[in-house]
């Protein structure tokens, strides 16, 4: 394993004050695993993993990053808000593997006192599913990772995992149940008891309107927005409940000059009643 001192190369979100005692970022590297699972890489407030499993028939391989945060760390969702390094993965140089999709468990919304952002304070598996060029043939996964970690001050963390992927593999019960629980995890897709309603711009341009039906009129909802480059939402309020429908305001923050919201779509995931569910809107 090797280990050196970077800089940060990526421009964190507006508001987001990036400092640590000794260095800003920290790379390492591991050699490639015979197995499943990568050794754990370990940084100040936690540890991260890889871990994958056997492909399927069609050459669909699901694995999760595993974030093993310390108490007190914390680590960001995939839209963080005013502030917040959000994890990425790259998958460049990686062996019979042409696709990844990254996924992320609903998050909860903090307040720490100088922000409010969207992420996790516990620890956190985010699922990965690869696609194989050649269906049945061993890969090896190249992945380089990129996330924020932080306390009272944040890391911007980067690592490189080179993990070999074999049809053959027997991955281990706690492996299995590990990429299963957080790939069941994830939201659910809209359907008739929790969807969207209606969306569309208030009068004034300057916000997002969203009324969500959901499964329980007394449940505390929650919406969570990821908008188009460029675009800065404020916290979505809730501006009533008729029955089951509650309609939120997302005030837009910040916008490309000249642009409208007309026509883009956004990604939307609403919580409501230990439930979440996610999809993309096309605003009218």
């Known amino acids: 394993m090797t280990q050196k001192v970077i800089a940060d190369p990526r421009t964190p979100k507006r508001g987001l004050l990036v400092a640590t005692a000794l260095s800003c970022g920290l790379i390492l590297s591991i050699d490639a695993a015979r197995a499943a699972s990568s050794d754990w890489v370990e940084t100040e407030g936690g540890r991260i993993r890889l871990t994958a499993l056997a492909p399927d028939e069609e050459g669909t391989i699901r694995a999760v990053l ?3 945060l310390l108490p007190g760390w ?5 839209d963080p808000g005013d502030a917040g390094v959000p994890p990425s993965v790259g998958i460049d140089g990686s062996t019979n593997i042409k696709g990844l999709k990254l996924e992320f468990p609903p998050p909860e919304r903090v307040d720490d006192g100088y922000s409010i952002w969207a992420g996790y304070t516990y620890p956190v598996a985010f699922p990965l599913t690869l696609t194989q060029e050649r269906p049945g043939e061993a890969s090896v996964l190249e992945a380089d990772v990129f996330l924020g970690i932080c306390e009272s001050i944040c890391i911007p963390f980067q690592t490189h995992f080179s993990v070999a992927i074999d049809a053959d593999h027997e991955p281990s019960g706690f492996e299995t149940r590990l990429v299963e629980k957080a790939h069941a995890g994830l939201p659910e897709a809209p359907g008739e008891e929790f969807r969207i309603v209606d969306s569309g711009l208030s009068d004034s341009q300057d916000a997002l309107v969203v009324s969500v039906a959901h499964p329980d009129p007394n449940a505390e909802t929650e919406v969570f927005l990821t908008g188009p480059s460029g675009w800065y939402f404020d ?3 809730n501006t009533g409940n ?8 997302i005030p837009i923050v910040d916008s490309p000059e000249g642009q409208s919201l007309s026509g883009q779509s956004v990604q939307l995931l609403v919580k409501a009643a230990k439930r979440s569910m996610e999809t993309q809107i096309r605003i009218p």
Request: without cysteine.
């Open 66 to 68: 595993d974030v093993d």
């Open 74 to 78: 914390k680590t960001y969702w995939r």
């Open 235 to 237: 916290i979505p309020e």
């Open 242 to 249: 008729d029955g089951e429908v509650s309609t939120f305001r």
